[in-house]
Nanobody, 123 residues
Framework: QVVLVESGGGLVQAGGSLRLSCAAS????????MGWFRQAPGKEREFVAA???????YYADSVKGRFTTSRDNAKNTMYLHMNSLKPEDTAAYHC?????????????????WGQGTQVTVSS
C-alpha cells in the first residue's frame, strides 16, 4: 500500500511557476512508476507527466518544455516543476503510482492515487 499526498498548489499569475510535491509513505517511491494527471471542472482527467523507475520521463505535448519532473529518493517525494504557467493549466493535479508498470501515460495503469492539489492560473 502506498499513500500519496500532494502539496504545493495555489494561485499564480500567468507566466509564473509552481512546484508540486507528491510525498509517499508506506513504500519506496523509486520502486514505482509515477505519474501526474490533472482534471479541470467539466473536463476529463488528462495525462500531464510520467516518471519511470529508471528515470525515463514522458510529458503531454501541452506541457512539454514548461513542466519537468524530479524525484528525491531520500525524501521519498516526487516533484512537478511547472514554469510559464497558462490559464489553461488550471486544474486539480493528482499524482499516481504503480508497481507493475515501468512507466505509463494512462491513468488506468496506476493503482495508487493522491487526493490532489488545486492549481489556479490567473490571466
Amino acid at each position: 500500500q502506498v499513500v500519496l499526498v500532494e502539496s504545493g498548489g495555489g494561485l499564480v499569475q500567468a507566466g509564473g511557476s509552481l512546484r508540486l510535491s507528491c510525498a509517499a509513505s508506506g513504500r519506496t517511491l523509486s520502486n514505482y512508476a509515477m505519474g501526474w494527471f490533472r482534471q479541470a471542472p467539466g473536463k476529463e482527467r488528462e495525462f500531464v507527466a510520467a516518471r519511470g523507475r529508471s528515470g525515463t520521463t514522458y510529458y503531454a505535448d501541452s506541457v512539454k518544455g514548461r513542466f519537468t519532473t524530479s524525484r528525491d529518493n531520500a525524501k521519498n517525494t516526487m516533484y512537478l516543476h511547472m514554469n510559464s504557467l497558462k490559464p489553461e493549466d488550471t486544474a486539480a493535479y493528482h499524482c499516481a503510482a504503480d508497481r507493475d508498470y515501468s512507466i505509463s501515460r494512462y491513468a488506468r495503469d496506476y493503482e495508487f492515487w493522491g487526493q490532489g492539489t488545486q492549481v489556479t492560473v490567473s490571466s
